[in-house]
Structures are given as C-alpha cells and as structure tokens.
C-alpha cells in the first residue's frame, strides 16, 4: 500500500518534472538564448532581454496616424478617409527583423506573438473610443478588413501578413473578418518611394467586392435584435506596417466608396490598426 503510493507520487512528478525541465530548455523566439521569461501570453516566447527591446508607442502625438511626434504627413493630407491609425509599436531595427523574420524567412512561429502586439494597438484604440462616445452609444457593427496584397507577391510569399494577423484580430475579439478588398495591380515596394510617387501610386490600387460586403452587412443586420437603435459600421483596417497613410487611405477611400452602395443608409466609420509605425 505504502509502495503503491509512493509510486503513485513518483508517476505524478515526473511528467511535471520533465515538462518544467522542456520549459526552462526553451529557447527564445528571436534570438534562441535561454528563454524563462514571466511574461504574459505570447510574450513568454520572448527572453527578457529581447522583450525589454519592444518599441512600445506609449504616447500619441498625431490624434490621427498615432504617430509618437510631430506629423508632417497629416498636416498635408487635407481628409483623411480613415479616422485614426493606432499602431503598436515603432518600427525599428527590431522590428523590422522580426517581421522580416516572419515575412520572408518562414519563422511563423512569430505570428502568434506579433498577432498579440496588434491585439494591444486594437484595445488601446477601442478603449479611447469608448472614453469619447460614452454618451449615445449608436450600435456599431464592426469588423476587421485585412488591407491585401498583390497575387504576385502572395505566390512569392505563401500568405498576406495583413490578413493573418487580422484573423487573429478578429479571433480574438470576436469579430468578424471581412477579406472584402482585392489588390488590382502589383505596386513596387512603398518604402523605396518619394511620398508623390507613393500617393500616385495608390490612385486606384485596391478595389472591394461589393456583392461580399452588401451580404456579409446583411446577415449582421439580420443577427442584430429587432429593438435596438440606429446601426453604424466600423470597419477596422489592418496592415502590418504603418509608413505615411497612403495606402490604408486609399484602402479606406475604396472601402467608403463600397459601402455607400451596398448600404447608402449605414453611416461607415474606418479606423486602421497596424502593428508598427515607420
Ligand atoms: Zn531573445
Ligand atoms: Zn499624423
């Protein structure tokens, strides 16, 4: 008896002996240095020190880009189509090779883990709307739109990072994910470009199935209880990489312009969640 249960404590120390000797053996995500972090979530795949250098954007300058200072960009662009862009982090020398990392060279492993820094640019900008319309809620409709990418560049990469993070997004909270805007030609990278030929380059490049948009509104229209108020919809833009706005604007000008015809009633509010801003 008394063996027996000695052999019964045995058994149940060592499968959480062996599992806390595989936790503590596991390497960091980026750098793969001895990785015992006691950090949250996704963030436990990080060592300290590769968590400590995390460009968290812990203070808006521009109310509408979110950038952490004086904005020329915003100054210039006489609308917006979008209401504000909220990104997680900077994007600097570690970000850009974390998403390198991620983009070309296969880590996916990273995907959870940038998935939950766009989750924190989300609930950081959701907090801030509600802080602004705590009287006369009007009822949103919301849902996450992945800004895409080009087919060429989705057979050289195997997946669009906007909508794999956007997936997560909208896992996440709950959301539904509306892949409703379509890429209508190549552009060449972005960031290579002069902000006129970026802005030029963005006349017309995204166009949004309309059809999809007017059924997928439909059947949130049809979910909602009869009682409730006047309906609006949010629509919520993700990208991975915020630079000057131009291509979450043009996203948000061809989203505009397809809401108005699958629901002219339906006042539309769009904002965009990014991961980084450059
Ligand atoms: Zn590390
Ligand atoms: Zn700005």
């Not at 390497?27 to 015992?36: K, P, S, V």
């Not at 812990?58 to 904005?71: A, D, F, H, K, L």
């Not at 983009?103 to 998935?115: F, S």
């Not at 630079?243 to 397809?258: D, M, P, V, W």
Request: hydrophobic share 40%; glycine share 4%.
């Amino acid at each position: 008896m008394a063996a027996d249960g000695i052999w019964q404590t045995i058994r149940h120390i060592i499968p959480s002996f062996t599992a806390l000797l595989a936790k503590r053996a596991r390497g960091c995500l980026i750098c793969g240095n001895r990785c015992d972090s006691k950090q949250p979530g996704q963030f436990g795949a990080l060592c300290e020190s590769c968590y400590r250098a995390i460009p968290w954007i812990t203070r808006v300058y521009c109310p509408v880009c979110g950038r952490p200072e004086r904005c020329p960009d915003c100054v210039r662009r006489r609308q917006a189509a979008f209401i504000a862009n909220r990104s997680a982090v900077h994007y600097d020398a570690a970000i850009r090779e974390w998403l390198a990392l991620y983009k070309y060279r296969g880590h996916q492993a990273l995907e959870p883990l940038l998935g939950d820094m766009l989750i924190i640019a989300f609930r950081g900008l959701k907090a801030q709307l509600s802080r602004h319309n705590h009287n006369s809620v009007p009822q949103y409709f919301e849902a996450v739109v992945p800004v895409p990418v080009s087919e060429s560049r989705l057979l050289e990469r195997g997946f669009n990072q906007a909508e794999r993070l956007a997936a997560r997004l909208a896992a996440s909270e709950e959301l539904p994910l509306w892949d409703v805007l379509r890429r209508t030609r190549h552009s060449d990278k972005q960031s290579l470009k002069t902000r006129g030929a970026r802005l030029r380059d963005t006349l017309h490049l995204f166009a949004a199935d309309v059809a999809e948009m007017t059924h997928l509104l439909q059947s949130m229209i049809q979910q909602r209880p009869s009682t409730v108020a006047p309906v609006s919809c949010r629509l919520f833009l993700v990208d991975d990489i915020y630079t000057t706005g131009s291509t979450a604007n043009a996203c948000a000008e061809t989203l505009l312009i397809a809401m108005k015809q699958a629901a002219p009633a339906v006042p539309i509010e769009i904002y965009c969640v990014t991961l980084a801003r450059s």
